[in-house]
């Protein structure tokens, strides 16, 4: 077993922060990496080194191997740990630090490899009994034989990029008669976005909810789950809220998927953090997508749910330990709700509002945690993700982890930038999210920018007024009369 006893970690922000804060609280020394836009970043402050490795672009900075290598020798490290975007799901990556004779924190590049194709992952797991999306198992490219897959599947179908990310180079046809025109699109996009043009189709599930599983292997075969992640809320392919338990799994339906990804883990000899992506269809069907081979932005609410550090969990596995424990040893602790804070102006289509963080005040108290790399007075680099924080709220049940996350987004005090915090108020206040009924598709059905635009100065004021119509259209339907007053004294107490 080798010993970790200095990390490089080869990342900015928050989560640069949060590998820094669980290795040094195992003896290990850090060394930061920075760009020149974040000499003042937190990340660089926190770490016993840090090394400049260029220009601010990430393609001159986090991007270059050769430079974070070659940080990694000047400083003599003995492992690197990517953390999330940038270089963490990179193969060549990983193969390139294992033979520069450090320790890579995350996966074999092997398992990367597989994974990073969905049609090479939907080939590996479909032989560990993972149930899959009907659909063809190999690239299409010939029109008219995509005709004759999709009527067998059945329309409205779904064109995906095998390589692709994000909901880039996906299409929905509905009807035949658009083939031809969305495969091309699909194609095309593909080939610019990715430099491989593979496509193929699957049924499209038109309302699904996003479940995803964390997994956990040891380079020893063991694998286990860390129960469910629920991440319907999102927008354009960006998750904004992310919550676990999921509300809609049974306790069978979380042990039947949870066997699945655990199985879907296993066709690729996968060690250490990864996540396998499910999609939940209204008759309670699930299907894998894909799986994602780092430690995810999310991952805080399954730490705030298992107690478990999954950093140091990481770190363990990398230096060769064995999993400390066993499926069976794994248990449900509450229910944990992550927001993401971005520099983001909801009211006008999410764009981003980068500058600087005239007032900066996290919320406190019991169950909160917020994970954030920024500090009163400090300025949001423009040539990166504009993530300001995210702020996780854990309590007993999910009705008092949304109460607490109402509590602590009203507590939040931003200013000189426009944030999501009033777009994460109005879904923890609607009726949908509570009641738990709510698919992908949740923000394009509930979300009108008007809401967070209107002559009203409160910015719950307004959600408040909006609900309030809503729920008032809803009550003579299927709503007892007394939630819209439950919901109205809510804003009342909130405003107080
Ligand atoms: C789907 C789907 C419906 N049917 N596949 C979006 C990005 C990529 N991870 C896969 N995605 C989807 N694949 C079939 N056959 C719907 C989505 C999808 C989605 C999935 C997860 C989370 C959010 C999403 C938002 C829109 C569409």
Redesign the pocket.
């Known amino acids: 077993m080798a010993k970790i006893k200095k990390l490089l970690v080869a990342n900015r922000g928050e989560i640069a922060l949060r590998i820094m804060r669980s290795a040094q609280e195992m003896g290990i020394k850090t060394v930061a990496v920075f760009s020149e836009a974040d000499r003042q970043a937190l990340h660089v402050r926190f770490a016993d080194e840090a090394v400049c490795i260029g220009p601010p672009p990430s393609a001159q900075s986090y991007l270059v191997m050769d430079k974070i290598i070659a940080a990694a020798h000047e400083t003599q490290v003995d492992a690197i740990h990517p953390g999330y975007g940038f270089l963490s799901e990179n193969e060549d990556f990983a193969r390139r630090v294992k033979e520069a004779g450090l320790i890579f924190v995350g996966p074999s590049a092997e398992s990367m490899e597989i994974m990073g194709s969905k049609l090479g992952a939907k080939a590996a797991v479909s032989k560990f009994n993972v149930p899959l999306?009907p659909?063809t198992a190999e690239p299409v490219t010939d029109v008219s034989v995509a005709k004759i897959i999709a009527k067998e599947i059945g329309y409205p179908v779904?064109i995906?990029a095998s390589a692709?990310?994000?909901?880039k180079g996906?299409r929905i046809v509905t009807q035949e008669n658009e083939l031809q025109e969305q495969m091309e699109r699909a194609i095309s996009e593909a080939t610019s976005a990715f430099g491989d043009g593979s496509v193929f189709i699957?049924?499209?599930?038109?309302e699904?909810r996003?479940i995803e599983f964390q997994i956990f292997g040891d380079q020893h075969g063991n694998v286990v789950h860390l129960f469910e992640r629920e991440?319907?809320i999102?927008r354009r392919?960006q998750?904004v809220i992310e919550e676990a338990p999921s509300s809609i799994l049974t306790p069978e339906l979380r042990k039947k998927m949870g066997e699945a990804a655990v199985n879907a883990a296993k066709a690729a000899n996968y060690y250490n953090a990864g996540t396998i992506?499910f999609?939940l269809d209204e008759k309670m069907n699930f299907?894998f997508?894909?799986m994602n081979t780092r430690l995810q932005v999310e991952h805080p609410v399954t730490e705030q749910i298992t107690g478990l550090d999954l950093v140091k969990l990481q770190i363990k596995i990398a230096e060769g330990e064995k999993l400390p424990f066993r499926q069976e040893d794994l248990k449900i602790h509450g229910h944990a709700i992550e927001v993401r804070v971005y520099a983001e102006d909801p009211a006008n289509n999410f764009l981003p509002d980068i500058g600087t963080l005239k007032t900066y005040r996290r919320p406190q108290g019991h169950g909160i945690r917020v994970d954030d790399g920024f500090e009163q007075g400090m300025s949001i680099p423009f040539y990166y993700d504009p993530m300001i924080a995210k702020m996780i709220c854990h309590d007993e049940t999910r009705e008092r982890a949304i109460e607490k996350t109402i509590r602590a987004i009203h507590e939040y005090e931003i200013t000189g930038v426009e944030t999501t915090l009033g777009f994460c108020q109005f879904v923890m206040h609607h009726h949908a999210f509570r009641s738990g009924k709510f698919s992908?598709?949740f923000v394009e059905q509930y979300f009108k920018p008007e809401v967070l635009k209107s002559e009203m100065t409160d910015v719950e004021e307004m959600i408040a007024s909006v609900l309030a119509s809503e729920l008032i259209s809803s009550a003579t339907q299927n709503q007892p009369t007394d939630v819209v007053q439950k919901t109205e004294s809510k804003w009342k107490k909130n405003r107080a």
């Open positions: 999306v659909g779904l995906k692709g990310g994000g909901g996906m699957e049924k499209y599930v038109s699904p996003h991440c319907s999102q392919h998750k992506e999609i299907y997508l894909e992908t598709k």
